[in-house]
Each structure stands twice: as C-alpha cells, then as structure tokens.
C-alpha cells in the first residue's frame, strides 16, 4: 500500500469490553510501532517490533495491553478489560530499515472511546 | 520521566512574526526528528538532523541539532497561519532502540 493504514478509524466501545486495534504498515518496513496519544498531548510509546526480535514492550501501561506482529506485517494491539482512561488516539508507524535518522511513517490513528 | 522536554507548550503569535520552539535532554541522540501533527491526522515528518551542529532549512522553517545531540530547536520566520499545529520533536537513541518522543508545542498562528 502506499502508506500505513489503521482499522478501525474509530471505535466506541463499553467498559470492560476487549478491543482489538490493527495496523498494516508500509510493505517492506522492518520496524513497526504502536503510541498512545491523548487529547492535546504528545505521543506516549506503548511498543515497537524490530524483524525477529523480542519486541520492546516496556511502554505499555499495563497487563491488559498486547500486541502481536504475525509474519513481520501486519500488527494488533489488544485492550483487554478496557477502562475508561484508554480513550485515546492509538497511532501506528512503520520505518523501513536500522540505520540513524530512518523516518517513521504514521497512519492516521485509531480513536477509542471508552464509555 | 519525560526524556525530551518541549518548550513552550503552548504559544500564539500573530502572522508574520518569527518564533522559536525548543525541544531539551539530557540523553544523547542518535537522531532526532521534527513532526507537525494536525487535528484528526497522525504526525507528518518534516525533518531528520542526525550530526551534532547540523542545520538544515525548510523554507521559512529553519532546524537545529545541538553540538552535543542532546537538544534542538524549531525556528519558524514569518509565521504563516498554515503553520498552526502541533510541533513534536522525536529522538532515536540509538538505531535499534524506540523513538521518543516529546508532548509538542501546539503553535496558534493569529491571522
């Protein structure tokens, strides 16, 4: 595709409720993150997977949130038990190789609302 | 911690003056970018400064990338009221860790 897209573009949901958030990146692009933002706020990073490696889960906020990469593509980010302090845009960026200064590619984020 | 801190966090300035936004650390990058977000939009990249010193130009936008990769700063002339947004700063610190990033000034450009 030409650049990352992210499903759904919004989602209500109720509390207490799973949620499961996708992002396809840019075909080719080894690396691919996951980053909260809250209104107004900046980009709070949840998790970032690089090839093979063990993924880099030290952002995310608690044991309700996962994420998988299945076949170094596509990516899901699953709240589990969602609470009302997840609402949020979820982003997701995808850069193609290990080298400084590489850029990140954003798709257009997923709004969550928790009731 | 927050380990790049934005300053100001806010500002709104009337067309055509010039400002300057700051983006500190005390870590050392390997890189560090520069985005601008719009409501209802992801970030779009608009600079990468990897050299300690480098300068690089954008138009009316001019960048910095302090000597010791620990800072930078956003320099915008003439302020246009297209360059409202939110300006968020990134940095890698080193080329297989996370990028991390600052909360943004958000820049309010008064017509």
């Known amino acids: 595709g030409a650049g990352v897209s992210q499903s759904p573009s919004n989602k209500v949901t109720e509390k207490g409720k799973d949620v499961e958030l996708r992002c396809d990146p840019i075909s080719g692009h080894t690396a691919l993150y996951w980053y909260r933002q809250s209104l107004g706020q900046g980009l709070e990073f949840l998790i970032y997977f690089q090839g093979n490696s063990a993924p880099d889960k030290s952002g995310l906020p608690s044991d309700r949130f996962s994420a998988e990469r299945t076949g170094g593509s596509v990516s899901t980010l699953t709240i589990q038990r969602t609470q009302q302090e997840d609402s949020a845009v979820y982003l997701c960026?995808?850069?193609?190789?290990?080298?400084?200064?590489?850029?990140?590619?954003f798709g257009p984020g997923t709004r969550l609302l928790v009731l | 911690t927050q380990l790049l801190e934005q300053s100001p966090q806010f500002l709104s300035i009337q067309e055509g003056e010039n400002l300057t936004v700051y983006c500190n650390s005390s870590s050392v990058f390997s890189s560090l970018q520069w985005y601008r977000q719009e409501p209802g939009e992801g970030p779009v990249l608009l600079v990468t400064v990897v050299t300690g010193g480098e300068v690089k130009k954008l138009k009316r936008l001019t960048f910095q990338f302090g000597d010791a990769r620990k800072d930078s700063s956003l320099h915008i002339t003439a302020a246009q009221p297209g360059d409202t947004g939110l300006y968020l700063c990134?940095?890698?610190?080193?080329?297989?860790?996370?990028?991390?990033f600052g909360k943004g000034t958000r820049l309010h450009i008064l017509p």
């Open positions: 990134a940095g890698g610190l080193n080329r297989d860790d996370k990028i991390i």
């Open positions: 960026a995808s850069r193609q190789q290990r080298a400084a200064g590489e850029t990140q590619y």
